[in-house]
C-alpha cells in the first residue's frame, strides 16, 4: 500500500517524488522505496521551479506523457463559483435583469483565470526524473484542457440529444400536432447559418496548420471569429422570428433549440477571440499549440449542433 511510503503525519505534498508502479504490491516488492521517494528519486523530486507540477500519463501504457502546471493561489474560483450562483438565482426567482449581467461577470472572469496559465517562451522538454523528459501541457497536442472539454461536450451532446428527441416525440406522440403553424423557412438565415459554419470550420483548421508550419494562426482565427459571428447572427434572426414560446409546444421548442445554438456560438466567439488575445500576448507559437486544438473542438461541436438545429427549425416549414 504506497500510503504506507511516507511519513506519518504525511506533509501537505504527500510524496517528496512519485514513484513508479509496476506490480500491486510496490512496497512489498521493494521495501527501501520510502527512503527513495524522500531523496527525490522518482518522478519531479526536484522542485526548483517553484511551480505546482504533475504528471499525466498515457492511458495504455501508464509511461509520463506531458508535465501539467497547476495555476497558484487565486481568490477567482470562489468569485467565478458565487457570480454563477447568482446566474442560476436570477433564473430562479425570475429577476431577469441580473441575468445577462452575471453571464458577464462569468466571462469576464473566467477569461481572467485562464489568461493566468500557460507561458509566453517555448520551454521543451521538461526532465521530470528517472531519466525520462517530457513537454509541458502547453506544447502537446491534447492538453487536459482538451480531455476536457472532450467529456464536457460528450455530457453536454447527451443533453443536445434529450432536446431533439424529445421534439420527435412530441411530433409523433403528443395531441395538437402538427402546430397551427411552422415557423417561416428564412433562405437568408440559411445561408447565414452554412457560410458561418463552414467559415468557422475552415478557418480554425487553417490556423492550426499554418501554426504548426511556423506560420502565423491570425488570418485563420479571424476568419474563425467571422463564421462564429456569422452564426451568432443567424441564431438570432432565427429567434426573432420564430412565434411565441407561450402558444404551442411546438414554438416552445425552437425557442430552445434556437437559444442553444446562440449560446453556443456566442461561447465559440468569445474563445476564439480569447485565442487571438493569447496569440497577441506571446502566449502561442509552433510549439505552443494546445490552445488552438482546444478551441478547434468546440467549433467542430458549434457545426454538428448548426447542422442539427436549422434542419430541425426549417424543414418541417418547407415540406408542408
Not at 35 to 43: M, S
Not at 52 to 80: F, G, H, K
Not at 114 to 132: H, I, K, M, Y
Amino acid at each position: 500500500m504506497l500510503e504506507w511510503a511516507i511519513p506519518r503525519p504525511s506533509a501537505a505534498y504527500n510524496f517528496a517524488s512519485l514513484p513508479r508502479v509496476n506490480s500491486r504490491e510496490p512496497l512489498w516488492d521493494d521495501p527501501g522505496l520510502p527512503a527513495r521517494l524522500a531523496r527525490g528519486e522518482g518522478y519531479l523530486g526536484d522542485a526548483a521551479s517553484g511551480r505546482r507540477e504533475t504528471l499525466m500519463i498515457d492511458s495504455a501504457t501508464a509511461e509520463p506523457e506531458q508535465l501539467v502546471i497547476y495555476p497558484a493561489n487565486t481568490r477567482l474560483p470562489i468569485a467565478l463559483a458565487a457570480v454563477t450562483g447568482v446566474f442560476f438565482l436570477s433564473l430562479l426567482v425570475k429577476l431577469y435583469l441580473i441575468t445577462p449581467v452575471a453571464i458577464a461577470a462569468v466571462a469576464a472572469l473566467g477569461w481572467r483565470w485562464v489568461w493566468q496559465l500557460g507561458s509566453r517562451q517555448d520551454e521543451g522538454d521538461q526532465l521530470v526524473g528517472r531519466g525520462v523528459a517530457v513537454p509541458t501541457l502547453a506544447e502537446v497536442s491534447r492538453p487536459p484542457g482538451w480531455w476536457g472539454s472532450m467529456f464536457l461536450l460528450v455530457a453536454n451532446a447527451t443533453l443536445f440529444g434529450s432536446l431533439l428527441f424529445g421534439y420527435a416525440f412530441l411530433w409523433t406522440i403528443a395531441p395538437g400536432w402538427p402546430p397551427p403553424a411552422f415557423i417561416a423557412p428564412s433562405l437568408l438565415t440559411m445561408l447565414v447559418a452554412a457560410g458561418g459554419a463552414v467559415l468557422a470550420v475552415a478557418g480554425v483548421t487553417f490556423s492550426g496548420r499554418s501554426n504548426q508550419k511556423g506560420g502565423t494562426p491570425v488570418p485563420g482565427l479571424l476568419a474563425a471569429v467571422a463564421g462564429a459571428l456569422g452564426l451568432v447572427a443567424a441564431f438570432s434572426m432565427m429567434l426573432w422570428s420564430a412565434p411565441p414560446a407561450t402558444g404551442h409546444a411546438y414554438n416552445a421548442t425552437i425557442l430552445v433549440l434556437g437559444c442553444y445554438g446562440l449560446a453556443h456560438a456566442a461561447l465559440a466567439s468569445l474563445m476564439l477571440i480569447f485565442v487571438l488575445a493569447r496569440h497577441r500576448a506571446g502566449y502561442m507559437s509552433q510549439r505552443r499549440r494546445g490552445e488552438l486544438s482546444i478551441v478547434r473542438v468546440w467549433i467542430m461541436y458549434l457545426f454538428a449542433v448548426t447542422g442539427l438545429v436549422v434542419p430541425a427549425v426549417y424543414l418541417p416549414g418547407l415540406v408542408t
